[in-house]
């Protein structure tokens, strides 16, 4: 059958089989305008959109946010992955991140955040909610506003023949999806009893 | 230059952008044994090895969740994507799903949750925590075992040519990685100016 090992989780000890994820790039003009890649990042709430970064108690970041209340959350295509990666492995209390990698920003429209120029899509939020977990903050960002490249999407969601999302494996690696093999399962039937979709 | 809308974010609008996302699918065994698919879930501490799933407010694996305190966490291979959408696009209080889909698992080591057979990772969890966030409710589990399949894994990242996790888009779309994509920068040079890491 399957060969599978199981392994006592040793705190503290890393491994990363749970990626692949969608890199999220989060910005904060604080002192200074600042970009952090957060490989921990999801969707918390519709009503109101919540979107959550989870990031390490000892990143410039977490100040940064403590003290603005407002950041911004921005997704990249994959050719983007030699900046993403430049970004994650500096500090923005030893440089300055925007200057050094000369990153190109925009200010957020009804919040005083930096909106990465090449990212397809940013959110600019407020500051809804931190929980302190583990080694980590969870911030729970309310998104107020979405900035999103016409050209890469479809209705609702993202056309991955028109951009290559940037995906974390882990360990520095980066890679896409297979636009190829997407399965558009929408048009099967619900397996619900009742009327409730 | 680029072409980007700046659209207001009004609340239970849905959209998708931020998408594509790695599937886990959450098993908890209460009253009946339950597995639900859940897009919005992330890494949220290292020591102690905290993983968060957030489940909607209305869902059964929430009242689930909530009556047994343990649950565990699974993720599974691409051509797996009929089952993981049937699972989700069903109720586990109107059916129960592990007979209507035949859903194969075997029981935790250490704590009372159903393993996915199917799935090349799963960790065993316990409750650390829980947070209501708008419509839906994060629950931190604090992962205890993990059972992965050695064949498809280099040391501490999953080999993207042994297994193609499964993405989901967004609206019953499901996706892979293109492994072909991988980039590897972990032997770059860091930036920082000091002797951190």
């Keep these: 059958m399957t060969n599978k090992s199981v392994i006592e989780l040793v705190p503290g000890r890393k491994h990363f089989f749970y990626y692949p994820t969608n890199v999220a790039i989060v ?6 305008v600042n970009f952090m890649p957060c490989a921990w990042n ?8 919540l979107y959550g ?42 440089i300055n991140k925007v200057k050094h990698f000369d990153v190109k ?31 980590h903050v969870l911030y729970v960002g309310e998104a107020k ?8 999407r479809d209705e609702t969601i993202v056309d991955t023949s028109k951009t290559a999302p940037l995906l974390y494996l882990g360990v ?18 619900f397996h619900y009893t009742s009327s409730k979709k």
């Design 27 to 32: 910005g904060v003009s604080a002192s200074k």
């Design 42 to 49: 999801t969707g918390l709430s519709y009503d109101p959109f």
């Design 53 to 94: 970064v989870s990031i390490g108690i000892e990143r410039a970041t977490r100040g940064f946010i403590d003290e603005k209340k407002e950041f911004s959350v921005n997704f990249v295509d994959f050719h983007q992955h030699h900046l993403i990666r430049s970004l994650g492995r500096s500090s923005g209390l030893e």
């Design 105 to 135: 920003y925009t200010h957020g429209e009804i919040l005083d955040c930096p909106i990465l120029e090449c990212a397809y899509l940013s959110y600019e939020c407020s500051l809804h909610s931190r929980v302190v977990l583990g080694d």
């Design 145 to 152: 506003l979405m900035h999103v490249n016409n050209d890469i």
């Design 172 to 189: 520095d690696h980066y890679l896409t999806t297979d636009p190829s093999s997407l399965k558009n399962l929408k048009d099967l039937p």
